[in-house]
């Protein structure tokens, strides 16, 4: 066997707008609501046998509205949540920072923030992942772009932002109505 059949192809997905309905700034669990279907989406894809990681643009904590233990609650949430439809996802990764309305150390310019792809590289590494069998599946162009920076297959959902830029993809993207569409597309090889 060689190394690279030992590689685990992953589905990344961005939160907000993907697996939950977009709030400004979520971070409480409270209000938080998943899209109808991501259960049954989150569910499909890991008994296809793809790991299922969360990668999330955090900007409220670098903006001082809320502080990383408030996402990592809200992910504890969105554990517990998953697993009262038998599903789960096998990793959260947050960006905090953000270049330019970031407070203290979070102003920075960093390699996590999509559209960079640090997230996903380093997902990468902690799971072994095959990055060229993975996918992101997203509703912004930046999700688009960490993907196709990291060497992966991106999908844009029309939920959240999606729809505004569904048009802003570039030639070839898959585009999906929601995350229980494009997982069938994923498993069936269709995008």
């Known amino acids: 066997m060689t190394e690279n059949e030992n590689l685990k192809r992953a589905v990344f997905l961005d939160r907000d ?4 309905v977009e709030k400004e700034y979520l971070h409480l669990p409270e209000d938080f609501e998943f899209i109808p279907g991501v259960p049954e989406a989150i569910r499909l894809l890991r008994t296809a046998g793809f790991r299922v990681i969360v990668v999330t643009n955090q900007s409220g904590v670098a903006r001082g509205y ?12 969105l554990d517990r949540e998953l697993a009262r439809y038998g599903a789960a996802v096998d990793a959260c990764y947050f960006c905090p920072h953000h270049p330019l309305d970031g407070i203290g150390a979070y102003r920075t310019e960093c390699d996590c923030r999509k559209p960079l792809p640090g997230m996903l590289l380093r997902a990468a590494r902690d799971f072994g992942l095959d990055l060229g069998g993975s996918y992101i599946v997203g509703d912004k162009l930046a999700d688009v772009e960490a993907g196709l920076a990291a060497g992966c297959r991106p999908v844009l959902v029309r939920t959240g932002y999606g729809e505004r830029d569904a048009g ?19 498993v069936t090889r269709r995008v």
């Open 17 to 20: 707008g993907t697996i939950n």
């Open 66 to 77: 809320y502080d990383e233990q408030a996402v990592e609650e809200l992910h504890r949430h």
């Open 168 to 186: 802003k993809v570039p030639e070839g993207v898959a585009v999906c109505d929601d995350l229980l569409a494009a997982a069938e597309a994923i």
